[in-house]
């Protein structure tokens, strides 16, 4: 079966870094838009980042844009964020998500098909 296994979250000073990796198995994504989402308690799931199929289109969140870095080896089929100048507000649980159309619906969770199960993300002040 389709399996996205997120990896890489942690708890980190505000200023820090983090670099998230998604890995999937089961089918191949290089023709599929992949995404990070995230949730934080008692708040609504929120979208992070999208990546294209090729990797040459990219899209971000206005809280995360200058900071993270999506990226994707599609040889590997595995996508990954690069979190830079993290802040506590970017604490919260990390959601990979791939299977998605490259399109106006990008930052909508109902695009994608697949999701991973999380990996926390915490930043102290």
């Known amino acids: 079966q389709v399996q996205l296994v997120e990896s890489g979250g942690g708890l980190v000073q505000a200023g820090g870094s983090l670099r998230l990796s998604c890995a999937a198995s089961g089918r191949t994504f290089s023709r599929d838009a992949m995404g990070w989402f995230r949730q934080a308690p008692g708040k609504e799931r929120e979208f992070v980042a999208a990546i294209n199929w090729s990797g040459g289109n990219t899209y971000y969140a206005d809280s995360v844009k200058g900071r993270f870095t999506i990226s994707r080896d599609n040889a590997e089929n595995t996508v990954y964020l690069q979190m830079n100048s993290l802040k506590p507000e970017d604490t919260a649980v990390y959601y990979c998500?791939?299977?998605?159309?490259?399109?106006?619906?990008?930052?909508?969770?109902?695009?994608?098909?697949?999701w991973g199960q999380g990996t926390q993300v915490t930043v102290s002040s």
């Open positions: 998500a791939a299977g998605g159309r490259y399109g106006p619906g990008v930052t909508d969770t109902w695009e994608y098909d697949y």
